[in-house]
T-cell receptor, first 115, second 111 residues
Framework: GDSVTQKQGQVTLSEDDFLFINCTYS??????LFWYVQYPGQGPQLLLK?????NKGISRGFEATYDKGTTSFHLQKASVQESDSAVYFC??????????????FGHGTILRVHP | AQTIHQWPVAEIKAVGSPLSLGCTIK??????LYWYWQATGGTLQQLFY??????VESVVQLNLSASRPKDDQFILSTEKLLLSHSGFYLC??????????FGPGTRLTVL
């Protein structure tokens, strides 16, 4: 089945630093990929979506590019703020039939941004 | 605008006791609905999904069951809780299956 790998368990930065969170995936189909962000005590929020059609997603200063060659979908942001501190999940959707999909999540990367 | 509500916000229950968690979606007609479980500090695991009233598919067996009694309602339940059921339960919805939008979650502690 499909799988998603986030190697970084935690990333610690200072405000205005550059953010890079690694995500690689494995699938036998054309992927649709997502980044979700989860703040403490809340449900995950959809941050970005990328398909093979558009290759790149941008939202709230975050950017992710789908690279078929390296099967990667890394998340980047030029300048982080303390308010970006949260857990970031990479996810891959797998067709489950009848117009629905099964999301497979990575293990998440905790981002801590110090002022 | 669509809203998703989960109840209760948190529960503390004894091992062996029954459980019922609920989820309601407003502002979307005939959504696909999902239940997820998240261990503390862990990833999200899909448990069930439903594409229509009365039909629920199981993804992972965790001694839990789910039902969809109304178009906008999804219920997660068990007759006997285990310690391993502790965690964060999330309901999600989608239209056409790709982007899924999550509710605020229910924190369950089993003692």
């Amino acid at each position: 089945g499909d799988s998603v790998t986030q190697k970084q368990g935690q990333v610690t930065l200072s405000e205005d630093d550059f953010l890079f969170i690694n995500c690689t995936y494995s699938t036998t189909t054309y992927p649709t990929l997502f980044w979700y962000v989860q703040y403490p005590g809340q449900g995950p929020q959809l941050l970005l979506k990328v398909t093979t059609a558009n290759n790149k997603g941008i939202s709230r200063g975050f950017e992710a590019t789908y690279d078929k060659g390296t099967t990667s979908f890394h998340l980047q942001k030029a300048s982080v703020q303390e308010s970006d501190s949260a857990v970031y999940f990479c996810a891959l959707v797998e067709w489950a039939g009848a117009n629905t999909g099964k999301l497979t999540f990575g293990h998440g990367t905790i981002l801590r941004v110090h002022p | 605008a669509q809203t998703i509500h989960q109840w209760p916000v948190a529960e503390i229950k004894a091992v062996g006791s029954p459980l019922s968690l609920g989820c309601t979606i407003k502002g979307k007609s005939s959504p696909n609905l999902y239940w997820y479980w998240q261990a503390t500090g862990g990833t999200l695991q899909q448990l069930f999904y439903s594409i229509t009233v009365g039909q629920v598919e199981s993804v992972v067996q965790l001694n839990l069951s789910a039902s969809r009694p109304k178009d906008d309602q999804f219920i997660l339940s068990t007759e006997k809780l285990l310690l391993s059921h502790s965690g964060f339960y999330l309901c999600a919805w989608s239209i056409q299956g790709w982007e899924q939008y999550f509710g605020p979650g229910t924190r369950l502690t089993v003692l």
